[in-house]
């Protein structure tokens, strides 16, 4: 939804504050699409700071599903979104000091509040993810999922030069 700055830009520089519905169904990142199970309105306000300058704040709570790191099954994962940005309309996303934010969400005197989210979802985005603290993952001979049982491979995570070792091991269980 594209959000008309003329109000804040103009002469009186009025402050905007909004409920936006979202229409995001699902969120793609690094090529994978996770579909948004819920979202809220995004609650933004846009305010004049100085010249072309503009603070722009936000809230929202989307639910995603992303599938565990370790066993792959589907982990629904709230993201609560809290931003302040700090744009000048007059500098380009290069030239701009470090104190103030990119704004590739704006355009001319609009200001896109679907790209705004997408943004802050993947800044948001969880490093890791997992099912449960424990989890033990899949097998990385079968692919079985560990959590739900255990499986029948031969464990070939250990180093083959110790196999004289292993075999010392297994003839005398009593060592």
Same mark, same amino acid.
């Given at each position: 939804?594209?959000?008309?700055?003329?109000?804040?830009?103009?002469?009186?520089?009025?402050?905007? /504050?909004?409920?936006i519905?979202?229409?995001?169904?699902?969120?793609?990142?690094?090529? %994978?699409?996770?579909?948004?199970?819920?979202?809220?309105?995004?609650?933004l306000?846009?305010?004049h700071?100085?010249?072309?300058? #503009? #603070?722009i704040?936000?809230?929202?709570?989307?639910?995603? /599903?992303?599938?565990?790191?370790?066993?792959?099954?589907?982990?629904? %994962?709230?993201?609560?979104?809290d931003?302040?940005?700090?744009?000048?309309?007059?500098?380009?996303?290069?030239?701009?000091? /470090?104190?103030?934010?990119e %704004?590739?969400y704006?355009?001319?005197?609009?200001?896109?509040?679907?790209? #705004?989210l997408?943004?802050? !979802?993947?800044?948001?985005w969880? %490093?890791?993810?997992?099912?449960?603290?424990d989890?033990?993952?899949?097998?990385n !001979?079968?692919g079985?999922?560990?959590?739900?049982?255990?499986?029948?491979?031969?464990?070939?995570? #250990?180093?083959?030069?110790?196999?004289?070792?292993?075999?010392?091991?297994?003839?005398?269980?009593?060592?």
């Amino acid at each position: 939804m594209l959000l008309n700055l003329s109000d804040v830009l103009g002469e009186q520089h009025k402050t905007i /504050e909004r409920e936006i519905p979202v229409e995001m169904d699902s969120f793609v990142h690094e090529g %994978t699409s996770y579909p948004v199970l819920s979202k809220e309105p995004l609650s933004l306000k846009v305010e004049h700071i100085k010249n072309r300058e #503009l #603070l722009i704040t936000g809230k929202n709570r989307i639910t995603v /599903e992303i599938p565990c790191d370790r066993c792959l099954e589907p982990v629904k %994962t709230e993201l609560m979104l809290d931003f302040c940005k700090n744009v000048d309309l007059d500098m380009s996303d290069g030239e701009q000091p /470090e104190e103030l934010d990119e %704004t590739n969400y704006i355009d001319g005197y609009e200001l896109d509040a679907e790209q #705004l989210l997408r943004n802050e !979802v993947l800044i948001g985005w969880p %490093t890791k993810i997992l099912c449960r603290d424990d989890c033990k993952g899949i097998c990385n !001979v079968c692919g079985q999922n560990l959590n739900r049982g255990t499986c029948n491979c031969e464990d070939t995570g #250990l180093d083959p030069r110790m196999s004289v070792i292993r075999d010392v091991f297994k003839n005398f269980k009593e060592v």
